[in-house]
DNA sequence: TCAAAATATTGTAATATATGGATAAATAGA
DNA sequence: TCTATTTATCCATATATTACAATATTTTGA
């Protein structure tokens, strides 16, 4: 059953539609935490956390630029399956 | 918003290793509900649930056969997104 | 009609997830 | 060093999900 938990959880970070829009926009383009932050218009904090579960499950990954932070999408399932969802 | 929140539903249909592996086996061969439970070895009442999770969803349709129900998956893009999971 | 088998539904307690304010940490520039 | 900016973390509360026993429903066959 191992191998079913380690996928729903890869699915359930997916799954919130919070984190559809980030990763959506993310995989048109690498974007800033701030400038989410007034796409989403929803406070810092939730944004953060919600990035640090997709982050958390090597969905996405950070870049530093001195005091902003640059995400990627890193993980190409994840690009996969949003691709599809989108067809 | 609306459209990350279908999709979302759609993935958090999947997203539980039981119903990802009632959704593996039924890939594979359709299944009565008797079997799967065997198979599972969780109460009756647990995979019934799983099962209306991923019906409501449209995940998965039964057929009727007297006493017994039958399941198949029936979206396409479930299945293309498991089979990503898999690889 | 009655009983047995298969499945669904309901009630509820336990657990997990989500939200947002408050605060902390890191960085750059004055 | 002090301040402003950006991001992360912590905490409490609200909401959602999960699990399973108990019960109901449906169907078949005696």
Redesign the pocket.
Known sequence: MKGYEVKSEML?AM??P?RLKILSGLIENEC???EM?DNLN????????????LKRQGIIA?R?E?????YKVVDKKAIKMINILDK
């Open positions: 359930k799954a919130h919070v800033y935490v701030n932050q929803i406070p810092q904090s939730t944004v953060s956390q919600h990035l640090s579960i950070p530093k001195g005091v902003r932070t640059c």
